[in-house]
């Protein structure tokens, strides 16, 4: 994936990948449900996600803190630039915040969940995709690398430990699932060595099995969570 320029979805990945990613049904279904109008991605990077969401039909806003990545996610919807811990929006103004791949960067995790649970509906959805530290190989490579892409690792996490964080800070999860036990290599091997997406059928397969024998090994996770229905901690 080149980060220089705008990410679009569907363009960089051949479609067998997606069927290994169970999150997009569940997103879709979430995003485009009567009433969220307002969709907030929180570390939109260079728009990938928000190009999704237009294809859905969608017209998302995106909020990042990094000044080059903000220009080019714009291509797909207004940005901000802005940081997860203070976000620029009124209390109960967001339908929908999207995280994905963004909150185990973020310095204060409580802060920013606060901040979530602040700007969505009561009503709202915050839909959640993490990396979980349940797969060996992805506490080995945390240790080998702590930086990724140019952001710092601040907090680790297990899926259940994750479930637990978010039940604290005030919200009740309505959906949650690991997957990728190996898949995760796949998102980031052909980028580097394109040719190896010749490949991607035969690995599909492969994680097909992984999923039905280890499941709990998973790399990736995805939550739905909604505002809880008592004060804010």
């Known amino acids: 994936m080149d980060y220089r320029k705008p990410v679009v979805f569907g363009e960089n990945w051949s479609p067998s990948r997606y069927r290994v990613l169970p999150y997009f049904a569940v997103e879709k279904v979430e995003l485009t449900r009567p009433g969220a109008r307002r969709i907030l991605d929180v570390g939109c990077a260079a728009g990938w996600n928000m190009s999704r969401f237009v294809q859905y039909g969608c017209r998302p806003m995106g909020l990042d803190v990094v000044p080059e990545r903000v220009k080019l996610a714009r291509a797909h919807g207004p940005v901000l630039l802005a940081s997860g811990l203070q976000l620029p929006f009124a209390n109960h103004s967001l339908d929908v915040i999207y995280i994905q791949h963004v909150l185990h960067h973020i310095g204060d995790v409580q802060q920013a969940l606060a901040e979530v649970r602040r700007c969505l509906t009561p009503a709202g959805t915050l839909f959640l995709v993490e990396t979980v530290e349940d797969n060996p190989i992805i506490r080995w490579g945390r240790k080998l690398y702590p930086v990724w892409l140019g952001d710092?690792?601040?907090?680790?996490?297990?899926?259940a430990g994750l479930q637990t964080m978010l039940a604290e800070a005030g919200f009740q999860v309505a959906q949650a699932q690991q997957y990728s036990v190996?898949?995760?290599?796949?998102?980031?091997?052909?980028?580097?060595?394109?040719?190896m997406e010749k490949l991607t059928p035969l690995?599909?397969?492969?994680?097909?099995?992984?999923?039905?024998?280890a499941r709990r090994y998973s790399a990736h996770c995805f939550v739905v969570a909604r505002p809880g229905t008592g004060e804010a901690p």
């Open 152 to 159: 710092a690792i601040n907090a680790p996490f297990t899926f």
């Open 182 to 195: 190996l898949f995760w290599l796949w998102e980031i091997l052909p980028d580097q060595l394109p040719f």
């Open 203 to 213: 690995f599909v397969r492969l994680e097909a099995l992984l999923v039905r024998l």
